[in-house]
């Protein structure tokens, strides 16, 4: 089955001069794809040609008039610019001609116009941002909310348990993920509030067979390993991801200025520059660039507004493999067959087509 | 002035095997310093005649019968063992018989038996955990709290902002250390309700100049240096801190494995060992260990349960330097001057001798 992907070409720091290499590149590798590029389309021609693409074949280019800055306040974007590539590429996922869009526009304005644009899936209150991180075991370490939700209550971080165990299972094959809740401590009388109530919720999803709930972990774990998915509310989420990329920049500028220090350490690292570049290969954190919009009724996929050609290209990646394993109706039936039994739980109503107010969107 | 500092020996996975030698090792590079060791003297004695220290003038032997283990309950601490090393060493602060006191003993018991001896400063409603990380600027960074206080109310992240302001200002020799407040963005828009409401506490402060605050940081700037000092809750605090140490022992085991995968790597690791020697010395968080309780009348540093002697005696520096800098009057003079003008925001009133609950405590 050929899977079809919209990109928004002129979102993130550098727009095409960054998406349409990495869309060229993608092609190349993926037999089965086709990308349609979403944007100016003069601009995404001459990068075309500059790349001697333009008859690529599984290449279309859709023209939309105007850009969504990465300053733009989310109003901005929901009512004024409404031929944006960003929203032309998401309305794509919404008409059903492409199954998954890729943008690296900033974030608030991806989340509000793929919520206005594409609903909440049934059962969902707010839709959460997942991303990957790398671990001790070699493997991937799923990890929402990053920032979409700032402040929530226990139902919402029950939901993101439930919908990162949909993708996980899907994407990784696995049938019974683990899940663990972030915390500061393993015993259950540690934590705050929130995260003692969403215990309860989790501890009864593991008890009907629905969920693997692992239990409390910490911040360690994350890069232990230690679940599969770890669960947060978005403040949280997003503080730690941003203090783990700055630890990883630290030591990264610490150890390069230790090499660089004299001579013979310079002689040592061209030595060992094999060790050297495989450490920094599996460190780049452009390797795990992509995080899914999950809880839409359509599949989006945010790269990091500052990635290059290399890290653009692993956010198709992503978005094409969840689409690939239709991660959005096995997230819907996973959320479908639980909510019956989980509806017992008090929800908050929010409006689908909402606007989202700022501090609900980072 | 000679500081005298009580260590509480038999605290921490390790007890007397590791405290007294970080003891006596600090002592030797410590001219005006005593030191009173607390525990069983029989086990204190034998420790120290193995390092042929016995005489060693500075140290000085209190028995103390029971000890609290990591895994003691707080109620076990408070009520049950109250010739505890733990014990005895605080009251030794209380009663003015030592300027500070250490111990590696297990943190909410600490927390909690310190709070009771000690009682907190005026103006502080909770007390605060506060440690330093490493930042690219080469300085330290002050974060807090560290989880002694999941659950925080504007006010009391206003306090944690003073006393640590307090602190640097101190012990860095800083008249006008900056304030950063923990955030998912730098725009005041951004963030939870907690953030938002302290923003503006944080803004009149700085606006009356009496805390100079930076404004809201990131993860990331907390080991960029963007501000000396970086407050959140407890919660947040614990979570980045345990993530960042994830982060740091990841980044370590791959590149220790990149070194050993084969004998060219090996040579040039062994040629730019001094690269690799220097790089460690400087990721060890060893030598960032030493969390302050702050907001306490008196001064209790926290080591690392799993510490070995060279991280105790940091602690044990870091002990002496705050006594040595009169910490504790400096932070009672802040609180105090700010109190009048703060007083028009709402303070939960939190009994200073109150048994912390569990879920106060991590």
Redo the contacts between chains.
């Keep these: 089955m050929t899977i079809t992907i919209s990109i928004d070409c002129m979102g993130g720091d550098h727009g095409p001069s960054v998406t349409v290499p990495a869309a060229v590149s993608f092609l190349k590798s993926v037999s089965n794809a086709e990308l349609i590029l979403v944007g100016r389309s003069e601009i995404i021609q001459a990068e075309l040609h500059k790349l001697k693409a333009e008859s690529l074949s599984g290449i279309s280019i859709v023209n939309a008039t105007e850009v969504v800055t990465m300053d733009d306040p989310i109003e901005v974007a929901l009512r004024r610019k409404k031929d944006s590539s960003m929203r032309v590429a998401i309305n794509m996922v919404k008409e059903g001609r492409a199954q998954a869009c890729v943008s690296a526009g900033n974030t608030g304005a991806l989340m509000a116009v793929s919520r206005y644009l594409l609903k909440t899936l049934p059962g969902v209150d707010r839709p959460a941002i997942c991303t990957i991180l790398?671990?001790?075991k070699d493997g991937p370490t799923y990890m929402l909310d990053l920032?979409a939700n700032?402040?929530c209550e226990p139902q919402h971080l029950h939901q993101f348990a439930l919908m990162g165990s949909a993708l996980v299972s899907a994407v990784e094959g696995k049938p019974r993920p683990t899940v663990g809740l972030?915390?500061?401590?393993e015993e259950d009388?540690?934590?705050?509030?929130l995260?003692?109530r969403t215990a309860e919720l989790l501890r009864a999803d593991h008890q009907r067979g629905v969920l693997n709930f692992y239990g409390n972990v910490?911040?360690?774990?994350?890069?232990?390993g230690t679940t599969d998915i770890v669960v947060?509310d978005?403040?949280?989420g997003?503080?730690?991801?941003?203090?783990?990329?700055?630890?990883?920049?630290?030591?990264k500028?610490?150890?390069t200025a230790?090499?660089k220090?004299?001579p013979?350490?310079?002689?040592?690292?061209?030595?060992?520059?094999?060790?050297?570049r495989?450490?920094s290969r599996?460190?780049n954190p452009s390797r795990y660039n992509g995080a899914s919009l999950l809880g839409l009724r359509g599949l989006v996929f945010k790269s990091h507004g500052g990635e290059n050609a290399f890290g653009f290209e692993w956010a198709i990646r992503r978005a094409y493999d969840a689409a690939h394993h239709d991660v959005l109706s096995r997230i819907s039936r996973s959320i479908a067959e639980l909510m019956p039994a989980s509806e017992s739980t008090p929800h908050v109503a929010v409006p689908a087509q909402g606007i989202p107010s700022?501090?609900k969107t980072?």
């Design positions: 790398p671990n001790q920032g700032v402040d972030l915390n500061i401590g009388i540690k934590g705050n509030d995260v003692k910490e911040g360690n774990d994350i890069f232990e947060c978005g403040f949280v997003n503080v730690v991801l941003k203090a783990s990329e700055g630890v990883g920049r630290f030591v500028n610490a150890l230790e090499f220090r004299n013979v350490n310079m002689l040592g690292a061209l030595i060992a520059r094999g060790a050297i495989a450490f599996r460190m700022e501090h980072a």
